[in-house]
């Protein structure tokens, strides 16, 4: 299993990006998949997930601001992320539960 992450970087606040994830080496539309993050000093927490047919679910704080989804032909998961904030500076990591992860991608918010 292979999950590599991209999209990170730098952006002031209010401003946008979209992280992608790209899955190998299972059968990606089979499986649910989540993102999550880790700020500086803090523990790893659930972001968004996505089942296998599509629902969708969000951290309280995010909810509104971004959206989770997933591409089954191309084997991708993506999180677009709009109107972020400082608080969300953190690095992002895309999960296939219940254990493999991708490596992090990092996504800073400036104020």
């Known amino acids: 299993v292979q999950l590599q992450a991209s999209g990170g970087g730098l952006v002031q606040t209010g401003g946008s990006l979209r992280l992608s994830c790209k899955a190998s080496g299972f059968i990606f539309k089979f499986n649910a998949m989540a993102w999550y993050r880790q700020a500086p000093g803090k523990q790893r927490e659930l972001v968004a997930t996505?089942?296998?047919?599509?629902?969708?679910n969000y951290e309280d704080s995010v909810k509104g601001r971004f959206t989770i989804s997933r591409d089954n032909v191309r084997r991708m998961l993506y999180l677009q992320m709009n109107s972020l904030k400082p608080e969300d500076t953190a690095v992002y990591y895309c999960?296939?539960?219940?254990?493999?992860w991708g490596q992090g991608t990092q996504v800073t918010v400036s104020s």
């Open positions: 996505i089942s296998s047919d599509g629902n969708t």
């Open positions: 999960k296939r539960p219940p254990n493999n």
